[in-house]
């Protein structure tokens, strides 16, 4: 019996421990969630004007000839992957990697601590990552791209929904695609259309991996301020039924232990 109790004991403190890790856990990803979202929200409206002038040189026939518009019917696949930094964070980082089932034969390049272990490479962190990264980044894709190494480039990266909703999809870069009802553009462009397009393309693919990086990185906050949220609820549910039997074990050493003593003496 004293040895059932002492178990307990040690289970006890153990989950309780676990209870104090995940509540300062969860008060950290509290902390960030702010900043992170309102710098996620930056990245997608810095994204959205970008695209909308891409969108725009896009209409135009002159800019169909540009090679960020050529389609090509291999399966040569270069993607950016972000993953997060740290881990508990419910299912975020797994998301993420069963995606990436999908692409066994793809060029990485990893963003985030657990993607970088993942798939090696230079060690980029998803919360300190910054236009000079990005725009690294994009400089080489754009490049390779032109040069025709490839076929397809993507960001597998996580759509932050809500709080408690996000979802790992990947963004297709490029090629460009020209907007479905799209209307012609009026503007002008010098010195021509296809020029600027040419020219604007690496500054868009950096503008949407920072986007695509910030939203991850806010998502991941996110999710770990529900899991972690979850494990303490979990932790205490499991404290106090150990503590009730911490109780009852308690309770019956003592009887067992009177038990012997009335016994002994006779009475």
């Not at 060690?123 to 980044?137: C, D, P, R, S």
Request: aromatic share 8%; glycine share 6%.
């Amino acid at each position: 019996m004293s040895a059932d109790i002492k178990q307990l004991r040690t289970r006890i403190k153990s989950v309780d421990s676990t209870l104090h890790l995940t509540k300062a856990m969860g008060l950290v990803a509290s902390s960030k969630i702010r900043k992170a979202t309102d710098s996620m929200n930056k990245g997608i409206e810095y994204a959205e004007a970008l695209g909308e002038t891409v969108e725009m040189l896009s209409n135009y026939e002159e800019c169909r000839k540009s090679p960020y518009m050529s389609k090509r019917d291999g399966e040569r696949l270069y993607l950016v992957v972000v993953a997060g930094d740290r881990g508990l964070a419910g299912g975020y980082n797994a998301n993420i990697f069963r995606l990436m089932r999908e692409y066994p034969n793809a060029k990485v390049i990893p963003v985030g601590k657990r993607a970088c272990e993942r798939y090696g490479g230079e060690l980029i962190y998803a919360e300190h990552f910054n236009y000079e990264n990005a725009k690294a980044i994009a400089d080489e894709v754009c490049r390779e791209f032109s040069e025709e190494k490839f076929d397809r480039f993507g960001v597998v990266c996580t759509k932050y929904h809500s709080l408690m909703s996000q979802e790992a999809y990947v963004k297709w870069l490029l090629p460009l695609e020209k907007a479905e009802n799209s209307t012609s553009a009026s503007a002008i462009f010098e010195p021509d259309e296809i020029t600027v397009l040419n020219a604007v393309i690496p500054e868009y693919i950096a503008g949407m991996i920072i986007s695509c990086v910030k939203e991850s990185f806010a998502s991941e906050v996110a999710a770990r301020r529900v899991a972690m949220d979850s494990a303490g609820k979990n932790a205490q549910e499991m404290i106090d039924r150990l503590g009730l039997e911490y109780n009852r074990a308690r309770q019956g050493a003592i009887t067992q232990e009177i038990t012997e003593i009335v016994a002994g003496s006779g009475i």
